[in-house]
Structure formats: structure tokens, C-alpha cells
């Protein structure tokens, strides 16, 4: 009889439903109670009948063997059986207690052993089938009680001559008092269960958004510490852990933010929002073992506890000055960006005109003196026409939406076609070789970007590169399953590190002359097709020299593809 899972709740029908619970729920616990309080009366009336006995009076042997006979069940019934709830209609499993417990007190109330009137016994069923049964069973019981009392009344009135009203109305007065225990008794198991039920609701709320919260606070970029009055990290989220350490270690909640020197900004700050009660905002620097440091920006807000039941905690919100001191950059050089655009777009009408002009009056001179001047007006009117080029072709970069699928393009061909191309253009075949030494790989990229970023990054060789044979070198080679590696390297002079610090950042350049637009140009297109481009400092034949590297995207051979780059476009 016993079952995996219990039931307890309210049913339709008025009943004690049972919610799915484990067998230590609400219903295996009464049912325990009242199977050990069967136990308990089924002793007492064996001990009962057997105090009666000792004191001489005339016991029946037949009330001793029926109080024997219920001890024995009931002890069966506590230790073989398991609680079942009650179904909708008749359940058998209520005959081996309601049953034998009615059957038991009616056959002593028959026999009225030692004159002791066992009428009161009847409520343990009535308050077993109210509690822990339908509405149905629980009167169905006070009903069979009631009866049963009845009948006992009508034939005692026949065995005995005289008036007998007073025993049927004894025994209607107590099937009455039945009925109503019956009633109260099942509308309180019921307002309990609904109670239960509404709690067990609200504790499934309660766990589910707790595991929503603990999931936001796992995901968020800020580090959040948890602090209590004595300065003990209750909880701290990943971001958190790894703003709190330099190293591999990190350190799990609980911990002392006191133990460690670097952290004692953090300590005071906490220590000030409990004093002041109040929130509390500070940039910090965490500065660690090794000279190394972090800068921070610390908001503190406190959780108080309104009934005093909890200890007030402090919410520390962290986040690296670092990170937002980049965002931030971001953001202006997106606005400076526009503006940029906006700008480069309303010069480049008059510029126009400028040139124009300048060319026919140059047309018009004979003097050497003033066609130098007017060459110098050539000359910064192309260099400016080109950082106006640049600036509008950032603005388109940032502006396109990336295709849903890009061209596969056969890296070694385009490499070779348009490092041909530019060699012709500068002149500069001498000093650039070419070695690719990846045959047969295709990559993800348009091939008028592709051919943008190497000639950006050629031209910025060939400006440091020094005049001897092999001076810049162009190479290709996969380096993964899908992952193919093309450099420019060249035999110029180390940069310095501030340099490289914003090598791709817009509008930075070492050289006053240039725009500073190209290598961010070059970043820009790379990410639009999902490559990286970075750059080092490494040996090409015992040389010294920089490199700029473009990890890219491989993909399969098209079936349409060409075998030679003679279809590229020049």
C-alpha cells in the first residue's frame, strides 16, 4: 500500500486533497498520530479491563478478548501499513481503522463491561475520517455512529421494562455532537491544507526567484559584494572575485575583507556606509603585492532590516575604472566620429573648388616662385581630400550592415594579386617579397576590403621600412582547422610603447603629416568579417622587425570557385 509520493491540498469536492508531498508530509504525519493514538487506546482499554479484574468485579471474557483482539490490530495496522490518501469513492483501506475502531466500540458499548460507558470512544473515528478523509466519509462515519448508538438504545429499551426515552435521547444528543465534530473538524483539516498549500506556492516562488536573482547577479559585468557589520563577505559574485584579485586565485564567500592590506579601502568604505547609514560612492585603488593595482569605482547601498529580525547588510557595487573609462572613450570617439563625417562631408564640396581654382590659375603662372606656391596648395589640398576620403569611408565601414553570407575568397590568390598590384603602383618590387604557403584555402572576406586592409598596412610598411632587398615580406599559413594567419612585416625600427598602447585607436598617428585613420580603418574591416589584426615585434631572418598579423576565418572550397585569381578583381 505504500506509495512513492503523497497528496495534500483541498479537492473540488470539499474534501482534504492531497498536494504531491513526500511520505513525511502532512498526511503521513496525522496519520501516524492517530494510528499511535489507536495504539494508545487499544492499550489503555486492555489495561483497563485487566485493573477492573484485579479489583474483583466480574469482568467479560468476551469485552477482554475484543480489547486484546483491537491492540492487536491496531499494532498491525501502525507498523505493516502505510498512509494512503483517500480517493473520490469508496476506499477499502478505511475498514482497518474507521471500521474496526466502530465495530470495536460498538461491540463494548453492547457489552458495557464493568459498567463503563465506552459512547465517547466513537469521536476517535469521527475526528480520523473528518481530518483525514472527504466530507462524505466524515459524516458517513458520524452517521454509522449514530446509528449504532440508536440501536443499541432500541434494544436495550427491549431488554429492560420502564421508560427508555432518556437513552434515545442520550444517544441522539451524541450522534448530533458527532455530526458537528465531523463538520468542524473537516472544514479546519481543509483550511489548513489550503494554508499549506498556499505556503508550499509561496516558498516555490520565493526559491525560484531567488535563483532568478542569484543568475542576474552571476551574469552582471559589476562585481557585487555582500558585507555584514564585522566586515564578512557574505556573498560576491565572479566579476567581483576576479576585481578582487590579480592572480589565478580567487578567493569563495565567506571571507575577512580586513585579512587582505589591498582590501582595506574597501573595508573602510563599508565601515563608513554602516556608520552614516546611508549610501556611499568612492573611486578606490586596490594596490596588490608586486607593485600591481586596480582602480576602482565603488557604490555602496545598505539593506536594513525594518523589524530588527536581520542583520543590516552592505551592498557594494564594484566596477572597473578601467572599463568605464573605455566605454566612455568609446563613446566619444562614436560621437566624434559623426561629427567627423558631418564635417569632412561640408568641406569636401569647397575643397573641390579650391583645387579647381588652384589648377587653372596654375595653368596662368610662369613664375617659379608662385608655381611653388601653388603646388604647395596641390599638395595639402590632396593630402587633406585624402583624411576627408578616410573620414567618410570610416562612416561607411560602421555604417554597413554585415551580408549574411560573405564571399569565400582563395586567400594565396588574392594575397599575390594585390601585393603584385601595389608593388607596380609604388615601385617598390624590390623590396617586398611575397611567400604564401597557404594553397587551397578560403577565407571569409570581401575582396575590396581585403585588398583596403593590405595596402593600408604595405603603405605604412614601405613609410619605415629601410631601402634594402627584402625589406617588407607578405605572408600566408593556416595555423588551425579554421583559422588562417596572413602578416606585413617590415625591417623598421621598434615602436614605442606608448605607441602601440593606440596603434588602432582613430585619429592617431606618430607622424604629423598623417590622418592616423588607417590602421583603425584596417581594424574596423577586420572585425566586420569576424578576423583580428594585432601586431609584434618579431625576427625575420635574423632581422628585427614589425609585424602586423590578420587572424582569419577559413571556410570550405566553393564549388563554383576559380583556380586561378586571374577573376579578382585589379
Known sequence: MSDASRWFGVSDGGSAAWVNEPDAGSFGRLWRVFMTARVAIATVLVLLQAFVYALGSTVNQLSIAVCIGYL???LAVRVWFSPRPPGRTFDAQWLSSIGVDVLVF?????LQAGGINYTPLFALPVLLSSVLGPILLAFGTAASVTLLLLGDAWWSSLQTTGDSSARFLQSGLSGSGFFLVALLANQLSMRLAREEQRAQRSQSAARMQTQVNELVIEALSDGVLVVD????????NPAARRLLTTGEAVRAAPFILATDAAWQPLAELAHLTFAAQCEQQEDIRLEHPGGTGRRLHVRTRLAISHDASQESLCVMFLEDLREMEARIRTE??????????????????????????????EEDLHDAGQRQLTTMVRQNAQR?????????????????????HTVSLALDDAVQRIASDWAVQTSAGRRLRVSTTAPDVFVQFEIDHLRRVMINLLDNALRYASAAPDAMEVTTQVTGPDQARLSVWSDGQPLESSVQTHLFEPFFSSESRSSGLGLYICRELCERHGATIGYQRVARAATEGNEFFIMLRTTPRPADAPLLFDSLPA
Not at 587633406?384 to 550592415?401: K, M, P
Request: without cysteine.
Open 72 to 74: 492487536v490490530a491496531t
Open 229 to 236: 557589520m564585522n566586515g564578512v563577505v557574505r556573498s560576491a
Open 106 to 110: 460498538s461491540a463494548l458499548n453492547y
Open 384 to 404: 587633406l581630400a585624402r583624411i576627408v576620403d578616410e573620414v567618410l569611408n570610416i562612416s561607411r565601414v560602421q555604417g554597413q550592415i554585415p551580408p549574411a
Open 332 to 361: 566619444k570617439l562614436a560621437a566624434m566620429g559623426r561629427m567627423s563625417a558631418a564635417v569632412a562631408h561640408e568641406i569636401r564640396n569647397p575643397l573641390a573648388a579650391i583645387s579647381q581654382a588652384n589648377a587653372l590659375l
